[in-house]
Structure formats: C-alpha cells, structure tokens
C-alpha cells in the first residue's frame, strides 16, 4: 500500500493542485488528511475541489477546521471520516482523533484529551496507522526549530501502546519523519519546502518513506 500523506492545506487551492500533481506523479493507493484542510471559512469550496481526486481520501479535522468539515468527509462520496473505529483499505488499519486545541507551547486535541486517548488504547494494534493533527511531545514538534509545542499525552499513549506509524502535522517548520522506539512520526505538514510524505507500507517489508520537494 502507497500513502499519500499531508496536512495544513489550510484552503489553499495551490496546495490542492499540488496534491493532485503528487497523485498523477506518485500513483498513491490512498490520500490521507491530517487536519487543518480548511481555513475556518469556505470549507465547501476545498471539498468541491478535492472532489475530482479519484483515490480514496481519509481526513481527521485540525484546529483551523470548523466542526461541520467532519461531516463533510462523511458525506463527500470520496472522503471518509476517521475516529475512535478502526478502518482498514486496503490492508492498513487507521484509527483517527479530531480537533486540535493549539496553546502557548502546548497542544492538546481537545480539553478531555486523556479520556479521549484512553478510549483508543485497546484499538491500537502494531498494524494501526493513528492519524491525528499535533506531533507527539518531543517528536517533529519545535516550534520556530526552538520550543517542544506537541502533546505529551499523545506521547504517552504511543509509548505505551504503540501503532506501527503516526501521520500529524499542524507544527509547519518541523515537516519530516522520525523514528520513536521503532514508532514511525511523519509530520507532513505542507510548507515551502515540503509537499507531504509518501509512505510504501507493505506486510513483511520494512517502512519506506520519502518527503515530496517542492518544486523550486
């Protein structure tokens, strides 16, 4: 399985063309949304245009998406939304968690978040790819390449009960992956370096993963 992943959209309809070239280019099985696809207004006019993407698309919503986006993925005929039950296309299985509550140097999903990720512990599998929108604590997460700003209870649920990989992004400057006790955390984050992560997930095969270069 080929996944396409990318966050912080925020709207822009340069960054959707640019998806939809990576798609062409790369031939991805799946495209994965980790929040902020929206920009608190117009979220019609970014699914009318994520509309004519002929691969399946699953999204979790970020802090810059109204509530109503989650309704969106579900009722756009090539959007799913993700939550606390797990979906498995083709061979993977993803759990997802929506929202983002962004603070000074802190970012939680929301205010009941332990109960929140709780709720997700007896879901996570090795096999399970868990899509939120902040990094881990410690993990591709350093605001301006200086401060930690992930979530420390989303740390400590992967360490504990660990997925094969975590997509998130919402940390714009911090876009790449890195390995946490042979966890994979891909913050693909759209900047003006990066154009997301395509990631080769294959049983019995290690994770390939390489982040897409913009154009220059």
């Given at each position: 399985?080929?996944i396409?992943a990318?966050?912080?959209?925020?709207?822009?309809?340069?960054?959707?063309?640019?998806?939809?070239?990576?798609?062409?280019?790369?031939?991805?099985d799946?495209?994965?949304?980790?929040?902020d696809i929206?920009?608190?207004?117009?979220?019609l006019?970014?699914?009318?245009?994520?509309?004519?993407?002929d691969?399946?698309?699953?999204?979790?919503?970020?802090?810059?998406?109204?509530?109503r986006?989650?309704?969106?993925l579900?009722?756009?005929?090539?959007?799913?939304l993700?939550n606390?039950?797990?979906?498995?296309?083709?061979d993977?299985?993803?759990?997802g968690?929506n929202g983002t509550?962004?603070?000074?140097?802190?970012?939680?999903?929301?205010?009941?978040?332990t109960?929140?990720?709780?709720?997700?512990?007896?879901?996570?599998?090795?096999e399970t790819?868990?899509?939120?929108?902040?990094?881990?604590?410690?993990?591709c997460?350093?605001?301006g390449?200086?401060?930690?700003?992930?979530?420390?209870?989303?740390?400590?649920?992967?360490?504990?009960?660990?997925?094969?990989?975590v997509?998130?992004?919402h940390?714009?400057?911090q876009?790449?992956?890195q390995?946490?006790?042979?966890?994979l955390?891909?913050?693909?984050?759209?900047?003006k370096?990066?154009g997301g992560?395509?990631i080769d997930c294959?049983k019995?095969?290690?994770l390939?993963?390489?982040?897409?270069?913009?154009?220059?």
């Amino acid at each position: 399985m080929r996944i396409y992943a990318v966050a912080d959209i925020h709207g822009k309809t340069e960054k959707i063309e640019r998806i939809k070239a990576v798609i062409s280019l790369e031939a991805p099985d799946i495209l994965v949304l980790a929040g902020d696809i929206t920009n608190f207004i117009s979220p019609l006019k970014t699914f009318e245009q994520l509309k004519d993407i002929d691969i399946p698309i699953f999204g979790i919503r970020g802090n810059s998406d109204l509530k109503r986006v989650e309704r969106l993925l579900v009722g756009q005929k090539n959007t799913s939304l993700l939550n606390h039950i797990p979906v498995t296309y083709p061979d993977g299985r993803f759990l997802g968690l929506n929202g983002t509550i962004p603070l000074p140097f802190l970012s939680k999903i929301c205010f009941k978040e332990t109960q929140r990720l709780d709720s997700l512990k007896h879901s996570i599998t090795p096999e399970t790819i868990l899509v939120v929108h902040p990094p881990p604590r410690g993990i591709c997460d350093k605001v301006g390449n200086r401060f930690s700003a992930g979530s420390f209870h989303l740390k400590t649920l992967i360490e504990n009960h660990p997925p094969l990989m975590v997509l998130c992004g919402h940390i714009h400057e911090q876009a790449g992956y890195q390995f946490f006790k042979n966890i994979l955390v891909v913050n693909c984050a759209m900047n003006k370096k990066f154009g997301g992560a395509i990631i080769d997930c294959s049983k019995g095969l290690p994770l390939k993963i390489k982040m897409v270069i913009n154009d220059r």
